[in-house]
């Protein structure tokens, strides 16, 4: 899952990034509402943490103009501030969820995955994929009754594949969800983590989730023999 954070406080933006980095998100930071919005409307992202004071455009104005652009990007909005006014006009002028400062972590990123699985037709907590189970709020997954252990990574990885459940997905599209998309990163890492997540998924149970359509990409789909 990749996720655009705009904030202008260094320490802050610094913290956000590593937490939820350490948690399997790709991460990227914006440090004000002009270079947010940009981002924000120029390549995907499955959420957005969007500080409201800003320099450039703060964050009601960048949040009603992606509205207004027809961007359905989930937004939490963050503010120093307290008070029912800044609440509403965050929610008004487009963001989905808004938490003031300071915060817990935890409940920051129970927020996010209410926004992502929100943004994703509704999934709950607990998603299934044939008789494979996820619960995106634990981080858990098994198969009947057996837990299967996964790193964050691999962990990610899956998740992003489940919210594209049936589709095809390319593996440059893997790369810059569930990587940071840098030039550095190879397409093959996405064979390498696929190959991971078969052999812990899949191979045990004699299943075939993930179907490979070769020369494009891969796509998750329910299989329970």
Not at 59 to 85: C, H, S, Y
Not at 115 to 122: A, T, W, Y
Not at 142 to 170: C, D, P, Q
Request: proline share 3%.
């Amino acid at each position: 899952m990749r996720i655009l954070i705009v904030e202008d406080e260094a320490l802050m933006a610094e913290s956000l990034q590593m937490g939820l980095e350490a948690e399997g998100y790709v991460v990227e930071v914006a440090r004000d509402g002009i270079d947010g919005l940009w981002r924000a409307s120029e390549f995907a992202f499955d959420a957005m943490v969007l500080d409201i004071m800003l320099p450039g455009l703060n964050g009601f104005v960048v949040a009603e103009r992606l509205r207004r652009a027809g961007r359905q990007l989930p937004i939490l909005m963050l503010t120093a501030k307290n008070g029912d006014f800044d609440q509403a006009e965050a929610l008004d002028t487009g963001a989905d969820d808004f938490l003031s400062k300071p915060f817990s972590f935890p409940v920051l990123l129970a927020r996010l995955r209410a926004l992502i699985r929100r943004g994703s037709n509704g999934r709950t907590a607990v998603v299934t994929v044939g008789d494979l189970h996820i619960d995106t709020s634990q981080h858990r997954c098994w198969r009947g009754a057996t837990n299967i252990e996964l790193t964050s990574k691999e962990f990610a990885l899956l998740i992003y594949l489940v919210h594209r459940e049936n589709e095809v997905v390319t593996r440059p599209e893997i790369l810059h969800h569930v990587w940071d998309g840098k030039d550095d990163f190879d397409t093959n890492i996405v064979d390498v983590y696929i190959g991971y997540l078969r052999r812990k998924i899949d191979t045990p149970f004699g299943r075939s989730s993930i179907e490979t359509l070769r020369g494009t990409g891969y796509r998750l789909v329910s299989r329970t023999s």
